[in-house]
């Protein structure tokens, strides 16, 4: 599974953004996807994940009501409402064939994509 994120760029603080992960290659619609981020000189954190059908995404706490994951067909995308600068971070998106946790396991990264909020 190949993965191209994109969508990235500098926002203020309040904006949003919507960022867009495509996948390709094998059976990309059986896997979980998710987002990853990693704020410079932090570790690589879990945004959100999902699967397909209602109720098939979760979020981390720090992200809960202000992002919103989705997917149709092959592209995965993170609605960021209410940027804060504590969101700036290179954001990932990621593939697994099994459910995909603040831990992973991912079996597939894209390239990071920078959102930058400034104040």
């Known amino acids: 599974v190949q993965l191209q994120a994109s969508g990235g760029g500098l926002v203020q603080a309040g904006d949003s953004v919507r960022l867009s992960c495509s996948a390709s290659g094998r059976t990309p619609y059986t896997y979980y996807m998710a987002w990853f981020r990693q704020a410079p000189g932090k570790e690589r954190e879990f945004v959100a994940r999902?699967?397909?059908?209602?109720?098939s995404d979760f979020y981390a706490d720090s992200v809960k009501g202000r992002f919103t994951i989705s997917r149709e067909n092959t592209k995965t995308y993170l609605q960021m409402n209410s940027l804060k600068t504590g969101d700036t971070a290179v954001y990932y998106c990621a593939a697994a064939a099994r459910v995909i946790g603040p831990s992973g396991p991912v079996d597939y990264w894209g390239q990071g994509t920078q959102v930058t909020v400034s104040s």
């Open positions: 999902i699967f397909w059908g209602v109720g």
